[in-house]
């Protein structure tokens, strides 16, 4: 089993920077890849960022690319999500996930949530 806490939520204005944050502990020696998703009030969750633990290219949503950031900690089993120019669409709870011997994510973490107010 994997588990997941992810911290660093909390309410910003339009513009400003928050950084997210998620450690992962147990059984994560075989972690492919880790990565952040979010759900916004009446919408469904979406991809945000992915970073493989092999050192890869990160992935992005379209929509946050380019004011967003993932990196890792491999020594502290530690993700990473830093946000800047925050806009309100970008208001959501973030959840962390991680894909372990899986072709999918398949350990979520609690969620954290973002809100970014005008």
């Known amino acids: 089993q994997v588990q997941l806490l992810e911290s660093g939520g909390g309410l910003v204005q339009a513009g400003g920077s928050l950084r997210l944050s998620c450690a992962a502990s147990?059984?994560?020696?075989?972690?492919?890849?880790m990565g952040w998703f979010r759900q916004a009030p009446g919408k469904e969750r979406e991809f945000v960022a992915a970073i493989t633990w092999s050192g890869g290219r990160p992935v992005y949503a379209d929509s946050v690319k380019g004011r967003f950031t993932i990196s890792r900690d491999n020594a502290k089993n530690t993700v990473y999500l830093q946000m800047n120019s925050l806009k309100p669409g970008d208001t959501a709870i973030y959840y962390c996930?991680?894909?372990?011997?899986?072709?999918?994510?398949?350990?979520w973490g609690q969620g954290t949530q973002v809100t970014v107010s005008p």
């Open positions: 996930a991680t894909r372990v011997l899986s072709n999918t994510f398949n350990y």
């Open positions: 147990g059984r994560t020696f075989n972690t492919i890849e």
